[in-house]
């Protein structure tokens, strides 16, 4: 016979129990065994965590290219010597346009809209 809806939040509480049980006592040996090969071998936090307090960059998406060498320059900071003095839109990267279901609407036809609404009422 199937369960009914209390019998089965009850089965799923103590389901979610067991689970949290095992992570915990999982999670435990493994972190002993961590500290277990951080000794044996005499690993350093920077060997073990390479990236811990290293800030990402966001260097910001290429949006000129040169041509000849496939360097490439966000447009940001001082510009490279292959673009410097010359007309920035011949080394432009040409950027797909976006789906019709990707484009976010534009504020003007949000408010637009928004006015149409109002005038309705």
């Not at 089965?11 to 044996?40: C, F, G, P």
């Not at 005499?42 to 990236?51: K, R």
Request: charged share 25%; aromatic share 6%.
């Amino acid at each position: 016979m199937p369960m009914n809806l209390k019998e089965l939040l009850a089965a799923k509480a103590a389901l979610d129990a067991e689970i949290a049980a095992a992570r915990k006592t999982e999670s435990t040996e493994a972190l002993r065994r961590v500290h277990q090969l951080v000794n044996e071998f005499g690993f350093t936090s920077q060997q073990v965590f390479p990236l811990v307090g290293l800030k990402a960059k966001n260097k910001g998406e290429a949006k000129y290219r040169n041509p000849e060498t496939g360097a490439t320059w966000t447009g940001r900071g001082k510009p490279p010597a292959w673009i410097l003095d010359k007309n920035r839109d011949d080394f432009l990267i040409a950027q797909p346009e976006p789906e019709a279901g990707d484009r976010a609407p534009y504020l003007a036809e949000m408010a637009a809209a928004a006015g149409r609404n109002q005038a309705s009422r």
